[in-house]
């Protein structure tokens, strides 16, 4: 795979079992590239080891005062140059085209994956966890894939150089030979406390990314109330928490450092030692002493890379997990059973008895904003566990959601493993059916035909007008038509007046990132005709007014319901407005449907209902119960009234 072959046009299905075994995954998928690199790293390695051979025998020639035997030395060192350099240009080339398209494959799977989740994945992970995976762990974990190719030639070098030793001169050969395992292996016990202070390194960075990325995100309502201050007191303490942590983890790197330099020195001067009494004894030539004491000294090239290897590790395995997490998220418990078909018919949710009826406007009202958002990710075909669907307790009123659990998405074991809770998590609620087929069951793509969910806080991509409402859809409703009935026409003016360079037409003009030079309802209005544009059998709608005017609500509304007829369109919304538009209004209260009819009906006979749409407090509710029992008790008459006309009669 090479970098302008970039995109891979499958990633693969990667082993999310646990971080190592992602990793391990990751390097398997690139074995090509992998043998490509340890093929280069080999020949540079050997290159490498082989100078010290031929400045021996140059020496050598020197003393003995052969010319042809140095001039032979001499071709032997310019031919091990050009090797070196070839090898070396090569391993560079080929470790970095690793690093890269191994960074690329993670970032295509996490892409995959939040296309596959949607909206549903920043309620199951933290959005600044997202964040930190796909920018600086993903350049983690590619440091590891490209280091280890490199290491694998440095190790496999340093065993053909130790053979070659013992061979060319025992008595300093096995010196070396018992000497080299020691060096690489002596800094081994302390690489789980290294391991340790990075991961605790890498958590405290990724909280201190989490909370930056949700401060940006709420920035406006900071301001709004104040906090600005206190949000930043609290980066500032979580930024210097990882700056004691990165101080200490560098402490503990530099100490390997450190033994990694003073024990290949205790070495080459004993080796000296050694080697010039054996000369001076007359048991070795000067020589061969040169060649192995410089063979010895180029091996602390290669065993430079144990410590990279054992570094890129630690730090890329918090990275893999943190990937993991991501990656192991599901769609759903239940994998695609069913062919890709386009169910019809009504959208029915069996755990809270929802029934929105094929071709009918249906308008959903919850007490909680959070219920309905989960409501609409269950109808777009995202199943939850029993555990975290969200359902409240009658009696308790209390939540039974495990929000933590829900972030986290699994726990990790002493190993490291990813326990994804598929033995212990709570069996998975029944699929929503649309014309009587479980959307869970369906491939991904048929499901999200079927079925479109927008919610409350929709995204605009950067772009013009008509790229934005350039997406899948049924060819059955133009962009005019869905743009008129979204009332978007002040934003076409808009638009038009910001248009410099496309001759005031606002289907050219260009939209900034986010839509942030728009209004909030400007903004709402424009993603609600791009989803009315897509014309999916059923839509659905997550407060799809709750930015605008009641004038402007009323006409989108409107809009909505004509656009729509003959389709299936569910709106969670509590404005009266919208609601007295929708053909039939259900009313849901603690995960379950407890009453339905038109908008009129219910304001009138459900006082549930009548305190959600018009805002009434709870001390307004006790004061009206209140209010109805004096009523009452008034209009009962007392005894001695009763007997009082008794008595007349």
């Not at 972030?407 to 069996?427: I, L, Q, R």
């Not at 014309?435 to 950067?462: I, N």
């Not at 908008?599 to 009206?624: F, G, K, M, N």
Request: hydrophobic letters at 45%; glycine letters at 8%; charged letters at 20%.
């Amino acid at each position: 795979m090479q970098i302008r072959d970039l995109p891979y046009s499958d990633p693969g299905d990667p082993d999310v079992r646990s971080g190592p075994r992602f990793l391990f995954w990751l390097g398997r998928s690139q074995l090509t590239g992998q043998l490509k690199s340890l093929s280069w790293g080999l020949l540079h390695q050997c290159a490498i080891a082989g100078l010290p051979l031929t400045v021996g025998l140059a020496v050598q020639a020197v003393i003995e005062g052969s010319g042809w035997e140095l001039a032979q030395a001499g071709g032997f060192i310019v031919v091990l140059g050009i090797l070196i350099a070839v090898g070396d240009t090569m391993l560079h080339r080929t470790a970095v085209t690793n690093w890269i398209t191994a960074a690329a494959r993670v970032q295509q799977l996490l892409a995959r994956k939040t296309a596959e989740l949607g909206s549903a994945l920043t309620r199951r992970v933290a959005a600044g966890e997202v964040v930190a995976v796909s920018t600086g762990d993903v350049e983690k974990i590619g440091w590891f894939v490209e280091a280890l190719s490199r290491f694998a030639a440095a190790a496999t070098a340093l065993v053909l150089i130790c053979v070659g030793l013992v061979l060319y001169l025992p008595s300093l050969g096995v010196l070396v030979a018992i000497a080299m395992p020691i060096l690489a292996l002596a800094v081994l016990p302390l690489l789980p406390r290294a391991t340790r202070r990075a991961d605790i390194q890498r958590e405290k960075a990724g909280r201190a990314t989490e909370l930056a990325s949700d401060t940006v995100a709420g920035l406006r309502v900071l301001r709004g109330i104040g906090g600005e201050e206190l949000f930043l007191g609290r980066y500032r303490r979580a930024s210097q928490e990882v700056r004691e942590a990165a101080v200490g983890s560098a402490r503990m790197w530099a100490l390997i450092s450190a033994i990694q330099v003073f024990l290949p020195g205790v070495l080459l001067i004993s080796l000296v030692w050694y080697g010039a009494s054996l000369a001076r004894d007359g048991r070795i030539d000067v020589g061969q002493l040169v060649t192995v004491y410089s063979a010895a000294t180029l091996m602390l090239f290669p065993l430079r890379h144990f410590e990279e290897i054992a570094m890129a590790y630690s730090f890329s395995r918090p990275s893999a997990q943190r990937a993991v997490r991501v990656l192991s998220l599901r769609r759903s418990a239940q994998p695609s059973t069913i062919d890709a078909m386009v169910p019809e018919g009504d959208l029915y949710d069996p755990v809270t008895g929802l029934m929105a009826a094929r071709g009918q406007f249906t308008a959903v009202v919850c007490g909680d904003p959070d219920e309905a958002g989960r409501l609409a990710e269950r109808l777009g075909g995202h199943a939850e566990a029993e555990a975290t669907s969200g359902i409240t307790d009658a009696d308790e009123g209390t939540t039974t959601e495990t929000a933590g659990a829900a972030k986290t998405a699994g726990t990790e074991d002493a190993e490291g493993t990813v326990d994804t809770g598929k033995d212990s998590a709570p069996a998975p609620l029944p699929s929503v059916l649309l014309g009587g087929v479980p959307l869970d069951e369906l491939p991904l793509d048929s499901a999200r035909t079927a079925v479109l969910v927008q919610d409350k806080d929709p995204v605009l991509l950067s772009g013009t007008l008509r790229e934005l409402l350039d997406v899948p859809s049924s060819g059955a409703v133009s962009a005019e038509d869905a743009l008129d009935a979204a009332q978007c026409g002040d934003v076409l003016d808009a638009l038009a007046q910001a248009s410099v360079d496309t001759e005031g037409d606002p289907m050219r003009t260009r939209i900034t990132e986010r839509g942030r030079s728009l209004s909030g309802g400007q903004r709402q209005r424009l993603a609600l005709a791009r989803s009315l544009v897509t014309d999916p059998e059923a839509l659905v709608l997550d407060e799809p007014t709750s930015a605008v005017d009641s004038h402007t609500e009323a006409r989108v509304a409107a809009g909505i319901k004509r656009l729509r007829r003959g389709r299936t369109t569910v709106a969670f919304a509590s404005s009266p407005l919208l609601l007295d538009l929708a053909d039939r209004v259900v009313l849901v209260h603690r995960g379950t449907v407890v009453a339905a009819g038109t908008h009129r009906d219910l304001l009138r006979d459900e006082p549930l209902y009548r305190a959600v749409v018009t805002r009434e407090t709870d001390e307004d509710i006790a004061a009206s119960a209140a209010g109805a029992q004096l009523v009452e008790i008034d209009a009962t008459p007392s005894v001695e009234a009763i007997e009082e006309i008794e008595e007349r009669a």
